[in-house]
């Protein structure tokens, strides 16, 4: 059969499901779809050494994001493919971290660039966030060091902090002996809006007071 005959049959199959579910008001839990089945199947089936990060089986996405040797793949169970998620185009040393947003939509994924870059404190890392329903990526920063904060006492919804030295104090010094002053950079987890920065600090030094929620309006 052919894929995109097969792709109609199985969308077709899921659709008529969900109807039934709907006018018999059958529990979800018993009445899992052709799509939530496949994830379900080649997430039991992943290699040896592989984390899984998102299950989708709605009718637009039926996928399943998982992370394995410092890459994220994205394997579709209708069209049977499985792909390589490029996250910078100009490549990485090391994946830090990988978070699912705050509205289940985005994959932010923070890398190290050591060795590729000149500055670290500038843009050693990277934040990335990767949509889930068009795999259309955003930078969101740069920085020497990215953060997820659940929650503080100034900021009640969780929120991302990227470090990024903003001038050096002594140009001329060779690097190893270079001092900077920097800045945190506030940014939102459910689309990755950014919403405060801070003022300047000296680098190594504790970072200024957050301003109260009213100072941010």
Request: one cysteine or more.
């Amino acid at each position: 059969m052919k894929a995109w005959l097969q792709k109609i049959l199985l969308l077709a199959i899921c659709s008529f499901n969900c109807s039934i579910v709907q006018l018999f008001n059958i529990p979800t839990a018993a009445a899992q779809s052709p799509i939530a089945n496949r994830v379900k199947g080649v997430a039991m089936s992943l290699p040896k050494g592989s984390h899984e990060i998102a299950r989708y089986t709605d009718e637009r996405r039926h996928c399943l994001y998982y992370l394995r040797n410092d890459r994220i793949y994205k394997y579709d169970v209708i069209e049977g493919t499985n792909l390589d998620i490029t996250i910078s185009p100009e490549g990485y040393t090391k994946l830090l971290n990988v978070w699912l947003s705050s509205n289940k939509r985005y994959l932010f994924v923070a890398i190290d660039r050591k060795d590729l870059i000149n500055t670290y404190l500038e843009k050693g890392q990277e934040l990335w966030r990767i949509d889930s329903y068009n795999g259309r990526r955003r930078k969101i920063g740069t920085g020497y060091r990215i953060r997820l904060r659940r929650e503080n006492k100034y900021v009640e919804k969780p929120h991302f902090i990227i470090s990024k030295a903003s001038r050096c104090l002594n140009n001329k010094e060779a690097l190893e002996y270079k001092n900077w002053m920097v800045r945190d950079y506030y940014f939102d987890f459910s689309e990755g809006g950014s919403f405060y920065t801070s003022d300047e600090y000296r680098y190594g030094t504790t970072p200024p007071s957050f301003p109260h929620a009213k100072e941010l309006e």
